[in-house]
């Protein structure tokens, strides 16, 4: 039975992905490796800062001094400035609040970015303190970490919280945790919801008596 459900941010709450591939793009464009968005998201869809910087060095040598600062302080200033929810985001959210299922977010985006996101986007008041980053855990995603934590402050067992994720690390990261997990990009060996506002319809289905 799912008695808690626990989401990703990006790409699943927040139409943020555009935007934020756009700026790392340009941003390691001027470092000497041409990307565009849609390279820039094949390349680090689902990944932490930390994560994404190695591979970064990779290719352009060691990043300049308060780089990823910088980096962080740009895309947060487009996202205030722009993001918006995805599809069915807001209506999915209403429906779990309808059945009294508490929630939590779960995301490898800087925890400033993930508050003001759910702040901008209005949706911070279904999540209450339970909205969780990479740096509040020893591990991002694809470790359990995140969602571990996100269980415990849902007071649910992981086994009995639905996951709802779109990246291939962060759906490895809900079944390392123990949770069930659902994506909104096919192709990834969980159940496929082709918009978010599908979500209440599949609680139904898995929650007796829902």
């Known amino acids: 039975m799912i008695r808690a459900v626990l ?7 927040a139409d943020s992905e555009t935007l ?10 001027a470092l000497g490796w041409p990307l565009d968005a849609h390279a820039a998201q094949r390349e680090f869809l689902g990944l932490a800062l930390p994560d994404m910087r190695p591979i970064i060095e990779h290719r352009v040598g060691t990043l300049p001094m308060g780089w990823e600062a910088a980096l962080c302080t740009r895309i947060e200033h487009a996202m205030e400035q722009g993001v918006q ?38 949706f911070d008041g279904y999540f209450g303190p339970r909205i969780f980053s990479f740096q509040d855990v020893s591990r991002p995603k694809p470790a359990p970490d995140l969602y571990v934590m996100a ?22 990261a809900g079944l390392a945790a123990g949770c ?31």
């Open 7 to 13: 989401f990703d941010c990006d790409g699943v709450l």
């Open 20 to 29: 934020a591939n756009r700026i790392v793009a340009e941003e390691l464009t």
């Open 85 to 122: 929810p995805m599809p069915g985001a807001a209506i999915a959210l209403r429906a779990i609040a309808a059945k009294s299922l508490p929630m939590a977010v779960c995301s490898n985006s800087t925890r400033a970015e993930l508050r003001m996101k759910m702040r901008v986007l209005g």
């Open 151 to 172: 269980a415990m402050a849902c007071g649910e067992a992981p086994a009995h919280c639905l996951v709802v994720e779109d990246s291939a690390t962060g759906v490895a």
């Open 180 to 210: 069930r997990v659902v994506s909104l990009v096919p192709g990834l060996g969980v159940p496929h919801l082709a918009e978010l506002a599908e979500l209440a319809e599949f609680l139904g289905e898995v929650t007796p008596g829902a």
